[in-house]
């Protein structure tokens, strides 16, 4: 009998041989996430093991949205050039069991419970996509940036 949970299980981030420093696989890894985005993978130590999640995103504030309603228990908090989301445990609030970094550019990594957020992934996905399909609140997109030239726009 097939299971009716919503999971989905990230994709190994396996870097080809030719792809040697860490440039390279930084280069590597960007063109990946750009070529399949909303695609969950899994970033492996050099000895196989998973060293954190990423994927990227086309609408960084409604996922952020999205993990914050997931998750019962969150702390917000902002990075450069994005927003940390603490998830707590619930029944330990001072606990965080993962943390999520998403970055204004649409590049998100978790790291801590990496099963628990794989196994939320695609509920969460789907409330992101509900975010973005809500009527427009100015809440949830970037603000607009004005491109006319001015006189003293060197544009």
């Not at 794989?118 to 992101?128: G, M, N, P, T, V």
Request: hydrophobic share 35%; proline share 6%.
């Amino acid at each position: 009998m097939a299971s009716t949970t919503a999971c989905t299980e990230a994709v190994p981030l396996v870097y080809p041989q030719e792809v040697k420093n860490d440039s390279a696989r930084k280069a590597y890894k960007l063109k990946l996430l750009k070529d399949r985005p909303e695609t969950l993978f899994a970033d492996l130590y050099k000895s196989g093991e998973v060293s954190n999640l990423i994927f990227l995103t086309d609408q960084p504030l409604a996922l952020h949205a999205a993990i914050s309603a997931h998750y019962p228990s969150v702390k917000k908090e902002g990075i450069c050039n994005g927003w940390k989301i603490k998830i707590k445990e619930v029944e330990d609030p001072d606990t965080v069991m993962t943390i999520v970094n998403i970055y204004k550019n649409g590049t998100v990594m978790v790291q801590g419970n990496l099963t628990q957020f794989e196994l939320d992934f695609l509920l969460i996905k789907e409330r992101a996509q509900q975010e973005k399909s809500a009527p427009t609140d100015n809440n949830h997109t970037l603000p607009e940036t004005d491109t006319t030239p001015t006189s003293g726009c060197p544009c």
